[in-house]
């Protein structure tokens, strides 16, 4: 158990909805990463957060979106959904963004998207 | 541009055999490599992390190596079992910005 938790874990949708995908980091953990895994893919880096504030974006499509709250739980929102963004979403933690870190991330077991 | 090319793509071996998977990478400057072990469905696990000043590794059956000299590194799975059918995906920190970069994998698949 990483310690970080997804959910949901499994989300069956129709094109052009709207889904929420959340993710609660390790305790202690500041820095937030979305990515996105399409099926046989490498992981896609979609946006970091750090403390709140965005850090870095990565292949994010503007339909996609991303914050992360004060108690630093995060949120991943998924707007006019197409075929092609089925896909496993994963929110991975790590302590912080300092270089000093040796940068581990710790992955939540993702988020199943299938859209119809 | 910053890079990490992993190969083989993927590969099958025979449970007991051992095999090495390459990554290799034009991220500069350097931080550190991490070997990541997916299962299939779930999310990555750090195998081991190499830094600059680090030529050899070990955790149990898995020894990874770095030349950064060369820019490449290797991950070796010794008497393979079952259980190390995943992806093996390969990640580098760039010293400048703290940016990650990922490879696309090796899909390993031990047969019995």
């Known amino acids: 158990d990483s310690g970080v938790t997804q959910t949901p874990k499994h989300l069956i949708t129709a094109t052009g909805q709207r889904v929420t995908l959340r993710c609660s980091p390790r305790?202690?953990?500041?820095?937030v990463y979305w990515y996105q895994q399409s099926l046989d893919q490498g992981l896609q880096f979609l946006i970091q957060?750090?403390?709140?504030?965005?850090?870095a974006k990565g292949n994010i499509l503007e339909r996609f979106s991303a914050q992360q709250f004060p108690d630093l739980h995060s949120e991943l929102n998924l707007s006019s959904l197409e075929l092609g963004d089925s896909a496993l979403y994963f929110c991975?933690?790590?302590?912080?963004?300092?270089?000093?870190?040796?940068?581990?991330?710790?992955f939540g077991e993702g988020s199943r998207l299938t859209v119809l | 541009k910053n890079q990490v090319e992993q190969s083989p793509q993927s590969l099958i071996i025979l449970e007991g055999k051992n095999c090495t998977l390459q990554?290799?990478?034009?991220?500069?400057?350097?931080?550190?490599l991490r070997w990541y072990k997916q299962d299939t469905g779930r999310g990555p696990v750090s195998l081991t992390i190499?830094?600059?000043?680090?030529n050899t590794k070990s955790n149990g059956r898995y020894t990874a190596t770095l030349d950064a000299d060369t820019k490449q590194s290797s991950l070796h799975i010794t008497a393979s079992q079952l259980s190390d059918s995943a992806s093996y995906i390969c990640?580098?920190?760039?010293?400048?910005?703290?940016?990650?970069?990922f490879g696309g994998g090796t899909r390993v698949l031990v047969k019995p």
């Open positions: 305790s202690g953990d500041l820095s």
């Open positions: 957060y750090y403390n709140g504030e965005e850090r």
């Open positions: 990640v580098v920190r760039g010293a400048a910005g703290n940016k990650l970069t």
């Open positions: 990554c290799n990478y034009t991220v500069s400057p350097f931080s550190n």
């Open positions: 991975a933690s790590s302590v912080s963004n300092r270089s000093s870190n040796t940068g581990e991330l710790f």
């Open positions: 190499m830094t600059f000043s680090e």
